[in-house]
T-cell receptor, first 115, second 115 residues
Framework: DSGVTQTPKHLITATGQRVTLRCSPR?????VYWYQQSLDQGLQFLIQYYNGEERAKGNILERFSAQQFPDLHSELNLSSLELGDSALYFC??????????????FGPGTRLTVL | AQKITQTQPGMFVQEKEAVTLDCTYD???????LFWYKQPSSGEMIFLIYQGSYDQQNATEGRYSLNFQKARKSANLVISASQLGDSAMYFC????????????FGSGTQLTVLP
């Protein structure tokens, strides 16, 4: 158990809908990262937050947005869903944003299926 | 250009034997870190080992060691005395100091340990 929690574990929805994925980082970790794992794109970085502020953006679509709240939990919002958004979405946390060696601890992931 | 290349989509190894999973990387940043993660069929991402670009010694963690050849830009994972529980997908990842702190992942190698 990494200490990172993600809810829900599974999500099935229809095209055009909007969903919210939730992540609670490990106790003490200020940095949260979101990754998408799909069959065709592999594991891709989406976005990073540090202590409530956005720090980096990767291949995140405009239909997707995220935020980190004062209690450090984070939410990833996916809207106008398309079939291609079906993927495993990971949240990871680390203690800091500086320093190369800080390991990122991954949550169990949310498996999103868009029908 | 691919930043992380894993050329072996699938590998088989006999139980109790050693196996090497290949990873090459591409960066112009002199400061970077290399990570290996294991993803079993259950889906979670498990950190295995880390190597910094300035580390003089190859990293080791139990049965895992990293064969770091900086000039060749390779960071191969060696698993000694393979166990059935080692069957999983293995990802090589890199973090560059000069850019954002996210991990860039390779496409992964599916390792199957045969009894």
């Amino acid at each position: 158990d990494s200490g990172v929690t993600q809810t829900p574990k599974h999500l099935i929805t229809a095209t055009g809908q909007r969903v919210t994925l939730r992540c609670s980082p490990r106790s003490g970790d200020l940095s949260v990262y979101w990754y998408q794992q799909s069959l065709d794109q592999g594991l891709q970085f989406l976005i990073q937050y540090y202590n409530g502020e956005e720090r980096a953006k990767g291949n995140i679509l405009e239909r997707f947005s995220a935020q980190q709240f004062p209690d450090l939990h984070s939410e990833l919002n996916l809207s106008s869903l398309e079939l291609g958004d079906s993927a495993l979405y990971f949240c990871a946390s680390s203690v800091a944003t500086v320093g190369l060696a800080h390991e990122q601890f991954f949550g169990p992931g949310t498996r999103l299926t868009v029908l | 250009a691919q930043k992380i290349t894993q050329t072996q989509p699938g590998m088989f190894v006999q139980e109790k034997e050693a196996v090497t999973l290949d990873c090459t990387y591409d960066t112009s940043d002199p400061s970077y870190g290399l990570f290996w993660y294991k993803q079993p069929s259950s889906g979670e991402m498990i950190f295995l080992i880390y190597q910094g670009s300035y580390d003089q010694q190859n990293a080791t963690e139990g049965r895992y060691s990293l064969n770091f050849q900086k000039a060749r830009k390779s960071a191969n994972l060696v698993i000694s005395a393979s166990q059935l529980g080692d069957s999983a997908m293995y990802f090589c990842a890199m973090r560059e100091f000069g850019s954002a702190r996210q991990l860039t992942f390779g496409s992964g190698t599916q390792l199957t340990v045969l009894p």
